[in-house]
């Protein structure tokens, strides 16, 4: 459950939020169930199959099988959930489960951009990263962790709030630390 002290705007501590999927996205995710479930059944030839129709019903298949998980775990079961506390930032995804202490991050903040998204960037890069986190921070030239985590499906939540919690403790904790633009976006990109 989380409260918000009318005085500050800040929600009390600690704080979690349950993903909600608009309707919009529920309509997205059935309907591309459904149109890939028909594709099934409509376009392949079973008596004979050649290997661009495996490969259809293969591919067809596990989109409709993403789609209906992906559709399970944020719209229906919401199990997808942002928690903020004095210690750290955690984030619950379908294929991600991070934690970010405060004193590790250097800045965090929303994009402005549709779809919205929370970009973490961390002072150093950390020696439990996956693989995947190392090749995604050298595909963007960054030389911090930069971590962006979609939004999308937290469509209830309002974010003034969160942002001025989450300021709130982070200020608190941490110096205030201005980031070069450079050091987010290499200068050949610029």
Not at 8 to 28: D, N, V, W
Not at 92 to 120: A, C, E, H, M
Not at 140 to 145: E, I
Not at 176 to 188: F, G, L, N, R, S
């Amino acid at each position: 459950m989380r409260k918000i002290d009318n005085n500050t705007g800040k929600y009390y501590l600690p704080a979690e939020f349950r993903a909600s999927m608009p309707i919009s996205m529920h309509i997205l995710h059935l309907s591309m169930a459904i149109v890939f479930t028909l594709v099934l059944i409509f376009l392949p030839d079973y008596s004979t199959p050649t290997y661009k129709d495996v490969f259809l019903i293969i591919s067809s298949s596990l989109f409709v099988v993403f789609c209906i998980i992906n559709w399970l775990y944020w719209g229906i079961l919401r199990k997808g959930k942002i928690e903020i506390d004095n210690y750290a930032i955690h984030i619950n995804t379908l294929f991600v489960k991070k934690s970010f202490r405060w004193q590790d991050i250097s800045f965090i903040g929303l994009t402005k951009t549709y779809p919205k998204s929370l970009q973490i960037i961390l002072y150093q890069h950390d020696s439990n990263e996956s693989k995947m986190d190392k090749l995604n921070f050298k595909l963007l030239g960054s030389s911090k962790p930069i971590y962006n985590i979609s939004l999308v499906c937290f469509s209830d939540v309002p974010w003034d709030s969160f942002m001025r919690t989450v300021n709130g403790i982070f200020d608190s904790i941490t110096p205030p630390v201005t980031i070069a633009e450079e050091d987010i976006y290499p200068e050949d990109e610029i």
